[in-house]
C-alpha cells in the first residue's frame, strides 16, 4: 500500500479520514517469498478461470448457463482486469474481451438489479481499459436503466417490494462510482442522496446490519466500506466511516474461512485500502494466508477454490473470482483512486458535472 498521497481533492479527504482511524498493532508487507506466493497463487487461479470460460465468454455455475451464469461473469472480468498492469493484457487479454463482449450483450432490461450493478461495474472497469472498445455498448443506458431501477429510498433491492439491500446498493453504487470514472457524466446530487442512505445505516460503533447466513460479525460494515470511501470526497462528508473501519479490525472480524463470507473478504480488503488504512496490511496479510490455506491444488480444480458462502449454488467460479479481487485488492484500490481523481480534475472537482450526462 502506496503512502504517496494522491493530490486535491480526494487525496486530502481520504488521508484525513484514513488518519483518524486507531489502527491495531502494523504489519510488514508479505516478504518476498510471500510475495512469490502470491503471485502464483494469483496465476493459479487465473489461469483456472481461463481454462473454464466457454468459447462465448461467459462462464457457467455448476454446469448452468442462465442468468447465474451474468454475476459470475462480471466478477470473474473484474478479477481478469485487476490482475493486468496498466497499459499491459497481463492474463486478461482475449479472455477479458470475450467476456466483456458477453456482458454487453446482455440488456439491463433483462437484468436483476444486483446484476444490473455487477455488469455495469465490470464493463466500466473494461472500458477504462479500453476507451475505444465499440463492443462494450453505451454505458451511458446502463447507468440510466440502473438509476431508473431504484426504490422509493433511491437505493436498491433485491427484489421489487423488498426493502432496500446494503450489498445489492453497494454493487450499484460501486457500478455508477466506475462508470463516472470511465467517463460517464453523472449528476453529483444523485452520489449525495447514495452517502445520505449509506449514513443512515452506519451506527457509531461502525455496524452496518446485514441480514447474513454467514455468521461474519461485521459483513455489513465490510461490503458498504468500498463505495462511501470512493463517495467521500465527492461529496465531502463521510461521518462514521472511521468507525467502519475499526469494526473491521477487530479481533473476531478478521478473514476466518470458516465464516464463509467471501463478499465480505473481498469489500474490507477493498475498502481498507481504498481508506489507505495502517490496518490494511494486517488484514490483507491474514486474507492472503487463509486463501492459501484453502486453494485446491490437485486435478482440474487446481488453482480455483471451493464454492462456499451465502450462496455456495453459485459455484466455483464466483468463489475463485472474489478470492482473486481479494488477492489483487491493493493493486485495484490505487487504480481506483486515481480514476477517481483524475475524473474529478477532468470535472474541476465535480463542477459542471451537474445533471449531465455524456
Known amino acids: ?10 487525496g486530502a479527504a481520504l488521508l484525513s ?18 510475495a512469490e506466493a502470491l503471485e502464483r497463487s494469483l496465476a493459479g487461479g487465473l489461469r483456472w ?16 448457463s442462465g442468468a447465474g451464469s451474468i454475476p459470475a461473469t462480471s466478477l470473474a472480468l473484474l478479477a481478469l482486469l485487476g490482475a493486468a498492469d496498466p497499459g499491459e493484457e497481463g ?26 450493478g455487477l455488469v455495469l461495474h465490470a464493463l466500466a472497469e473494461a472500458r477504462r481499459r479500453d476507451p475505444e472498445a465499440a463492443e462494450l455498448g453505451d454505458l451511458r443506458q446502463r447507468v440510466a436503466a440502473l438509476l431508473a431501477a431504484r426504490n ?40 449525495t442522496v447514495l452517502e445520505a442512505w449509506f449514513e443512515e445505516r452506519v451506527d457509531d460503533t461502525g455496524h452496518v446490519p446485514v441480514e447474513t447466513n454467514s455468521g461474519a460479525p461485521a459483513h455489513g460494515a465490510a461490503v458498504c466500506l468500498p463505495p462511501r470511501v470512493l463517495l467521500a470526497p465527492l461529496v465531502s462528508r463521510a461521518p462514521r ?24 473478504w473481498c469489500a474490507g480488503t477493498l475498502g481498507l485500502e481504498l481508506l489507505r488504512n495502517p490496518g490494511a496490511d494486517g488484514w490483507h496479510e491474514e486474507a492472503v494466508r487463509m486463501l492459501f490455506a484453502n486453494q485446491l491444488a490437485g486435478g482440474s480444480a487446481a488453482g480455483s477454490w471451493p464454492a462456499v458462502g451465502f450462496a455456495p449454488e453459485r459455484g466455483a467460479v464466483r ?19 486515481e480514476a477517481s481523481v483524475s475524473r474529478m480534475t477532468e470535472v474541476g472537482d465535480g463542477e459542471g458535472e451537474e445533471g449531465s450526462e455524456r
Request: glycine content about 6%; hydrophobic content about 40%; some cysteine.
Open 91 to 116: 492474463p486478461a487479454g482475449e479472455p477479458a474481451r470475450r467476456a466483456a463482449g458477453w456482458l454487453a450483450k446482455r440488456p439491463p432490461i433483462n437484468l436483476d438489479v444486483r446484476s444490473q
Open 17 to 34: 479520514l484514513a488518519t483518524a482511524v486507531e489502527p491495531p498493532v502494523q504489519t510488514q508487507r508479505p516478504a518476498p517469498l510471500q
Open 319 to 337: 468463489t475463485t473470482a472474489m478470492a482473486l479481487l481479494v488477492l489483487e485488492a491493493p493493486r485495484r484500490a490505487s487504480r481506483l483512486l
Open 152 to 191: 422509493v429510498q433511491k437505493a436498491w433491492s433485491a427484489a421489487e417490494g423488498d426493502l432496500s439491500d446494503e450489498v445489492v446498493t453497494s454493487w450499484c453504487t460501486l457500478g455508477l462510482l466506475s462508470a463516472r470514472a470511465a467517463g460517464v457524466d453523472l449528476a453529483l446530487d444523485e452520489l
Open 1 to 10: 500500500m502506496s503512502s504517496a498521497p494522491f493530490p486535491g481533492l480526494a
Open 241 to 264: 466511516l472511521e468507525a467502519q473501519a475499526r469494526r473491521l479490525l477487530r479481533p473476531e472480524a478478521r478473514p476466518d474461512w470458516e465464516q464463509e463470507d467471501l463478499e465480505g
Open 49 to 64: 478461470l481461463r481454462e473454464h470460460q466457454t468459447s462465448e465468454g461467459f462462464w457457467t455455475v455448476d454446469g448452468d
